[in-house]
């Protein structure tokens, strides 16, 4: 007897890119629409939601014996779900041990908690080679990690932990622990300028990176970042994601951007 949930619709792309990797994509029979990770799901699963808004007609329809969401934003989705008699797990991971613990919840749901401890084990390794090499460095970057370009939104919780593990330091650590965006607005964007990043990354939440934009902001060409050319675009699907995207291509790309300003001291 099979156990676990057979019919899953995942509202967002974590949970569907872990269930591949898990070699469970059987069981998911519907998405995100802004899922892109794998791209394998998007050609061959049926899009049901956004990220604030879903089809519930369509979920219905799908007849799931499962959804499962992320974060208080899709509190109204869930509970629709729920008065229909659906069941909804909904996740609220927002560190890089929230996102592990996530991960091995949705594995032992679908019979998958032992292969989960092993992915889960060799990721750890290799985050820890990162801080290894990290070491090297000459001295650790200030990084500023832009979420949003107007206002100015900082990085969540995970990504600022990925800066650490990666070799930099985020420039607005006190933001990090703060869970939703409109907390982790710069009121004052002379801050970022007086706080002076070395490397500066940007990753707005789909919406294309500009960072000739960004260096021509009023008082930004003396920032290190801008003098050196610094200025790089992160995949909001490789980042801003609280799955395994983050915590591998993610964190690699932080990581060869941040020593190979290293090997430029």
């Not at 499962?68 to 989705?77: C, E, H, K």
């Not at 600022?160 to 933001?175: K, M, Q, T």
């Not at 699907?237 to 790309?253: F, N, R, Y």
Request: proline share 6%; charged share 25%.
């Amino acid at each position: 007897m099979v156990l676990g949930p057979q019919r899953i619709v995942c509202l967002t792309e974590e949970t569907t890119e872990w269930l591949y990797l898990l070699g469970q994509s059987e069981r998911i029979v519907g998405i995100s629409g802004y899922t892109v990770r794998p791209a394998q799901a998007r050609a061959e699963k049926p899009r049901v939601s956004a990220y604030l808004s879903a089809k519930i007609d369509k979920i219905l329809a799908l007849q799931p014996d499962c959804v499962f969401g992320f974060s208080d934003l899709q509190a109204d989705i869930a509970a629709e779900l729920i008065r229909k008699g659906v069941q909804v797990c909904v996740f609220n991971q927002r560190s890089v041990a929230e996102i592990y613990s996530m991960m091995f919840q949705v594995a032992a749901l679908v019979g998958q908690g032992d292969a989960a401890q092993q992915w889960i084990a060799a990721n750890q390794q290799r985050l820890q080679a990162l801080v290894d090499a990290a070491q090297r460095l000459p001295r650790r970057p200030r990084v500023y990690f832009e979420e949003w370009d107007e206002p100015n939104i900082s990085a969540i919780r995970w990504v600022s932990e990925l800066v650490g593990i990666a070799g930099g330091d985020d420039c607005f650590p006190e933001l990090a622990r703060e869970p939703m965006g409109k907390h982790r607005i710069i009121a004052d964007p002379a801050e970022i300028v007086r706080r002076n990043p070395d490397i500066i990354f940007g990753s707005w939440c789909g919406k294309k990176f500009r960072p000739e934009k960004v260096a021509a902001r009023p008082g930004w060409h003396d920032v290190n970042a801008v003098k050196n050319g610094q200025l790089f675009d992160i995949k909001s699907c490789d980042i801003l994601q609280p799955g395994p995207a983050a915590l591998t291509d993610g964190v690699e790309q932080l990581h060869r951007i941040i020593m190979a300003w290293g090997a430029k001291q």
